[in-house]
């Protein structure tokens, strides 16, 4: 009796441990480049997040009397105090990194039909409680940069219509930051967040398994079957000691930010958003609120969250980008949109803008539809040339001009994280 009940244990925990890996494997999927171990890589970093952020529990204490002082005291007396809080500040950020990667791997290698719909949504899900936690994480600290990032970044959701000042004051505990506030992203940071996070990435895991693993080319999926012992199993293995020894040096050589314990009497100048929100408040710059913190992030989350059941001319190959002319068309658009988007920033930037030119108007008009017209025609313009450029089918489409709209994205965030100095006007990355 008692060798069957230790059987069967036996056989529950290898079933667990087969959901991560079959026992088997297409030898194409051992290819580096099918997924550059992104979701390997964000799942330890979520372990390392696990285990760091425990250790910090320790010593950390969520008041504002106290939180600043318990980071110092953390920092100044603990064995390897300073390296733990560096490691997990880093594990973060790259968290945030790596799994937008990963979501534009899954996107580009064609992962988000048939089988595959309601993972990809998990995955958006993921992707979206990834950047909650880091933002519920950044004000644990209790200083400067910390309490005017969660200031400037709560401040966006003012402009959702109609519940956005309710969703605000709930969500800090009052009209501005405080210790309600602390506690309020304490408890999500340590105990709601890594809940669901731990609950979707199992069934995010369960669900690549059943759906028969990465997905691959038609042409590839006869390929030799070998065992994932050691073939994929040593590849795991290597890239998670090169992440972890790239997070360690950079924990060694890079602390973790800390400045004066919080004020609300004093502002830092420039106030920025935390850096994963740069991009919208860049467009905040240079659009009316609604339009640039709303809008615009409501049209891209719809757009990603529908592309799953858009009926496509034909299924996607299961290569990257498609075709190989998709390739180059998604080529193109990250070109054009690198050398584009600085430029109208620029022009935005010392061009009076449509709220001077009409003062007559409404700001919603004059700042918000005419420059939004304007933009749409300038895009409507492209997505025509370069559809007939590379004749592209309805697919290739969508990778193209998300293609360029994600880069467009990711330079205005940089924008907004190294080219706004004080006041938030345009400056030299020295200067900020």
């Known amino acids: 009796m008692q060798k069957e009940e230790i059987h069967n244990k036996r056989k529950m925990f290898t079933e667990i441990i087969l959901h991560l890996h079959p026992k088997t494997i297409n030898s194409d999927a051992l290819a580096f480049n099918r997924t550059f171990g992104l979701g390997g890589m964000a799942a330890l970093l979520i372990v390392l997040l696990f285990i760091t952020g425990i250790l910090l529990r320790f010593y950390y204490e969520p008041f504002p009397q106290k939180a600043y002082d318990s980071i110092q005291h953390l920092q100044n007396?603990?064995?390897?105090?300073?390296?733990?809080?560096?490691?997990h500040h880093w594990c973060g950020v790259f968290l945030v990194?790596?799994?937008?990667?990963?979501?534009?791997?899954?996107?580009?290698?064609?992962?988000?039909?048939?089988?595959?719909?309601?993972?990809?949504?998990?995955?958006?899900?993921?992707?979206?409680?990834?950047?909650?936690?880091?933002?519920t994480g950044y004000l644990l600290p209790w200083d400067q940069l910390a309490y005017w990032a969660v200031t400037v970044g709560t401040s966006l959701l003012n402009y959702i219509p109609f519940i956005g000042s309710s969703l605000r004051s709930l969500l800090i505990g009052g009209d501005e930051v405080g210790s309600g506030t602390l506690i309020i992203f304490f408890n999500f940071h340590t105990a709601v967040f890594p809940f669901v996070i731990l609950l979707l990435m199992a069934y995010h895991f369960w669900s690549v398994r059943k759906s028969g693993g990465i997905i691959l080319p038609k042409k590839d999926t006869e390929k030799k079957i070998v065992s994932v012992y050691p073939n994929l199993v040593y590849k795991e293995f290597i890239v998670a000691l090169a992440l972890f020894a790239t997070l360690l040096v950079v924990s060694v050589f890079l602390?973790?930010?800390l400045l004066a314990k919080a004020n609300s009497d004093i502002s830092i100048n420039p106030t920025k958003a935390p850096w994963y929100f740069a991009g919208i408040q860049e467009l905040l710059m240079h659009f009316h609120p609604f339009i640039a913190a709303f809008l615009i992030p409501l049209l891209i989350i719809a757009s990603l969250s529908v592309l799953p059941y858009i009926k496509l001319d034909e299924e996607h190959s299961g290569n990257w980008f498609h075709s190989e002319k998709a390739k180059e068309a998604v080529k193109f658009s990250a070109k054009f949109a690198i050398v584009i988007t600085p430029i109208l920033v620029i022009i935005s930037e010392y061009i009076p803008d449509f709220e001077i030119?009409?003062?007559?108007?409404?700001?919603?008009?004059?700042?918000?539809?005419?420059?939004?017209?304007?933009?749409?025609?300038?895009?409507?313009?492209?997505h025509k040339y370069v559809t007939?450029?590379?004749?592209?089918?309805?697919?290739e489409i969508i990778q193209t001009m998300f293609a360029f709209i994600a880069t467009v994205f990711i330079i205005l965030t940089l924008i907004g994280i190294f080219l706004r100095g004080t006041d938030m006007a345009l400056t030299f990355p020295w200067n900020v």
Do not use: C, E
């Open 357 to 382: 030119l009409f003062p007559l108007l409404n700001s919603f008009i004059s700042n918000g539809i005419i420059p939004v017209i304007i933009l749409f025609g300038m895009f409507r313009y492209y």
């Open 388 to 395: 007939k450029k590379y004749q592209l089918n309805l697919i």
């Open 255 to 257: 602390d973790a930010p």
């Open 97 to 135: 990194i790596i799994t937008f990667l990963h979501l534009l791997r899954t996107f580009f290698t064609g992962a988000f039909q048939a089988s595959r719909k309601t993972n990809w949504l998990v995955g958006l899900a993921l992707f979206v409680l990834v950047i909650g936690s880091n933002f």
């Open 77 to 87: 007396n603990v064995l390897f105090g300073q390296l733990v809080r560096n490691v």
